[in-house]
């Protein structure tokens, strides 16, 4: 009888772009037998949060010419935009600089996979599985995942692409305020603009780029009331000014072992020169982008959290800037009063007999004020610390020791080619994890640009650990 080769079993739970991506790089590089499962909960197959929006407003926060989903052909995604009827007549330079709607994105992710698909190897077998993982039991060579439906995976390796987590709860007094179903908890969810009473305010708390889709949602209703937004640092988002801009002196004089506070003193060194043509310094903390992950491995625990305790609002602002026009969009609110943008901090949320109402203190007062609104939506942002988690996987992983927060509980705790490590401290090798799971390690670890490599850099490594055993 002939041998036939038995083929190799990955589980990938969590088809976003990380699980999906990573997927489709384990299909371009299997040279024997594979079987892929992918499990996924919630939003179209591939698209996660970001990219299931149908909204033609919500739009990429990173230009066109940077979005490719294979890191090997910078073009792929521009050559594809420019193959659309939309933007077919565009000079392809200056289509490669728009912020393109994230929809044309999620369309473009659906053709990445089909093309997958139909490239791969003929003893490559693919299940998509819409499901969620509630469970994985780990024993010798084997990993068992458990499915909400009862079913139960079987599989050599296991990938935790679980991706953005709605935000954790805020604190209020009364608990039984995350069943009404005008506090959005996840922002997400299509839920914000729903069922909204058109005359009456609303309140959103959190001031990044998931408030501006939810403002923008909105207001293209026949919303009429004033949207209130609250954050300790007011409006935190900075337009995206210097596209053409590059810096490289900066990187040219960055030398390892890091301190944070040299690695400080020569930022601003360099801000400083920079600012003397007239310019903030955005392209200077972009400059350091290629470098980001290397330094940040570098640095000492100690500088790592006083880095995100003094540092991190400052960093954020500058990082994670909007297209401009979506900023002025959003001065034009404000000036038309549609808009009021609070600095300060959530003290209570209340139910009352007419809707809801937030007891806020705004910085530099003393006397807390109360808004009452008809919806309080939450866009704090991601939840990061696991041991807080809202996913039953996680939770479960949690408490039967296999998964731990990093100690600065923004991630897990991994090794560093993306192995769990337990409570107990082992590494569990056939259990990995990619995209923001890995943020405690690498720390930017969140936009497309980064995730793309890593999911060749996981396929990669897993297949070669396989072949090895
Ligand atoms: C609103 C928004 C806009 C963004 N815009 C951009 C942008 O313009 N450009 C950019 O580069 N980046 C953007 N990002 C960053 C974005 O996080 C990444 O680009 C990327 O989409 C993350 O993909 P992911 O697969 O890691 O996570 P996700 O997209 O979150 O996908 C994770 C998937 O895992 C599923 N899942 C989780 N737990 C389970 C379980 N137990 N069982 C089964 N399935 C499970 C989830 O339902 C989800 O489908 C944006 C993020 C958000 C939230």
Redesign the pocket.
Known sequence: MPQTNPSLQIAI????????MTAVQLMRKATSPLTLYL?????EFG?????S?THPK?????PAAK?TAYPDQPNHFLDWAHRQEAYRDMDKEVLGKVFLP?RD?GRYLSEVWAEALAGKRDDTTVHTIS????DITTAVGQNNIELASGQTIAADYVIL????EPPRNLPVSDLGLYDDPNYIGDP?NNKAAENLDPDRDILIIGNG??MV?IVIGIMDTDFRGVIHTLSPDGLAILPHRYGYITYGRLAEEIKAPYKLNELYSLINKHIKTFKKSGLSPEPVIDSLRPLTQKIWQGLSLEDKQRFMKYLMPHWNKIRHRMPGHMYDYLMQQQIAGRMIIHRGRLLNMTQTAHGLSAEILETNTDTPIKLEVSRIINCIG?NTYVSQSL????QKLVSKGMLQADPLRIGMQVTDHWTLVGADSQEIPSLYT???NLRGLLWET????E?RGQAEKLAGEILSKAAKV
Do not use: C, E
Request: hydrophobic fraction near 40%.
């Open positions: 739970i969590g088809a976003g772009f990380s699980g999906m499990i996924n909960d919630k939003y698209k996660g949060p970001a990219y929006t919500h739009i990429l926060n990173v979005m994230r994105f499901d969620k993982a509630v692409a679980t991706g953005n997400w780029l998931t889709d991601p996913n039953p996987l996680l990619i995209g923001g969140t936009a497309v640009p995730l």
